[in-house]
């Protein structure tokens, strides 16, 4: 589904040339969950870009569903390729002006779909996440596992081949969390969608994961299997105390 060979990406700041990332080489397979760690400034945030094809490498190259991603790339190929893929962001990016059913349905929107089947689909979705009641509500009401729960419907409605996950639960609490993990396996069950999850939460990768990716100031540091997680650790509040009654 993705191949990166000898991938490197510059960017210019304050006339100094900042590399941040170089020489990045591994696959991700079909219907894999692939995992992307690594501190602050690592390069995490730049390579997700690069495989959603927010960025362009400046050196090596990336294979995605067969097709060569460099600056030769035509811009109606890209289209073609961004349309096979979707994007799950830390931040939710709903349109607050337009109700929840009509955030789910705009990628089809935008494709030139027609209302009634867009928005037949878009119900469908609402309710394998669960928010089948909240159709007509707008984001400013939901809760943010909610909103979470309505990215990941718009995600899915473009029936996409890979999608993208960056940071996805890291403004959530730990019930939530554990919520939205949950209902990602379920997407990953039900749609056997190729996942890459950028987090920086040890734990999320654990829980999710096949494999992952550790950064290391712009470098692959390591590649390799999880130590997978059975069940997801969250925090409780009452282990916080040392008296547990407190």
């Known amino acids: 589904m993705l191949e990166l060979q000898s991938v490197g990406k510059s960017f210019t700041a304050k006339e100094n040339v900042v590399q941040a990332l170089d020489d990045i ?3 991700v397979a079909e219907g894999e969950v692939l995992g992307i760690v690594g501190k602050s400034g690592a390069g995490k945030s730049t390579l997700l870009r690069l495989l959603s094809l927010h960025e362009r490498p400046d050196s090596g190259s990336i294979q995605m569903l067969d097709e060569s991603v460099d600056n030769n790339l035509s811009q109606a190929k890209a289209r073609e390729l961004i349309q096979q893929t979707a994007v799950v962001f830390q931040g939710f990016s709903l349109l607050y002006n337009c ?6 349905a705009l990628p089809l929107k935008l494709r030139g779909v027609d209302r009634d089947t867009r928005l037949e689909k878009a119900k469908q979705l609402l309710s394998f996440v669960g928010l089948q009641d909240k159709a007509d509500s707008y984001p400013i009401t939901l809760s943010g596992g909610e909103a979470q729960r309505v990215s990941i419907a718009r995600a899915l409605i473009s029936d996409p081949k ?19 993990l949950d209902l990602l396996k ?61």
């Open 25 to 27: 080489s591994f696959r």
């Open 99 to 104: 109700s929840v059913i009509d955030n789910v």
């Open 186 to 246: 379920k997407v990953h069950r039900s749609y056997r969608l190729t996942m890459v999850i950028v987090s920086h939460q040890i734990d999320v990768i654990r829980y999710m994961c096949d494999r992952a990716v550790l950064l290391e100031q712009g470098r692959l540091k390591k590649i390799g299997a999880v130590n997978a997680l059975s069940h997801f650790q969250v925090d409780h509040l009452n282990e916080l105390w040392v008296d547990a009654d407190a």
């Open 162 to 180: 890979i999608i993208f996950l960056d940071e996805p639960t890291s403004a959530l609490d730990s019930k939530t969390m554990q919520e939205i």
